[in-house]
Nanobody
Framework: VQLQASGGGLVQAGGSLRLSCAAS????????VGWFRQAPGKGREFVAA????????SYADSVKGRFTISRDNAKNTVCLQMNSLKPEDTAVYYC?????????????????WGQGTQVTVSS
């Protein structure tokens, strides 16, 4: 499975961005999908994840109430709507397809990764 993340950019604090993750084939629809991020000098951090059918989601405490993950299996896409962005949200955001159908919160639970998209939030 090849994943392509897009939608990053530069936004002011309080603004919104919508990230998309597109998969190369339908196998994507059987897997959980997660978003992770990595800021300069820091490790990769879990952001959000969604189960294979969208019935279950999981969020990091730092983004709860601000970010929403969703998926459209017919289009092989997963989106991350990010609202009320803060400067500390600045990072490269990666989408990943999980090894299983249920959402995981650790990187080792994912075996296919996209190339990342840069999100920069200015204060």
């Amino acid at each position: 499975v090849q994943l392509q993340a897009s939608g990053g950019g530069l936004v002011q604090a309080g603004g919104s961005l919508r990230l998309s993750c597109a998969a190369s084939r339908r196998t994507f629809s059987n897997n959980a999908v997660g978003w992770f991020r990595q800021a300069p000098g820091k490790g990769r951090e879990f952001v959000a994840a969604i189960s294979w059918n969208g019935g279950s989601t999981s969020y990091a405490d730092s983004v709860k109430g601000r970010f929403t993950i969703s998926r459209d299996n017919a289009k092989n896409t997963v989106c991350l709507q990010m609202n009320s962005l803060k400067p500390e949200d600045t990072a490269v955001y990666y989408c990943a397809a999980g090894k299983w159908a249920v959402p995981g919160t650790t990187a080792r639970q994912y075996n296919y990764w996209g190339q990342g998209t840069q999100v920069t939030v200015s204060s």
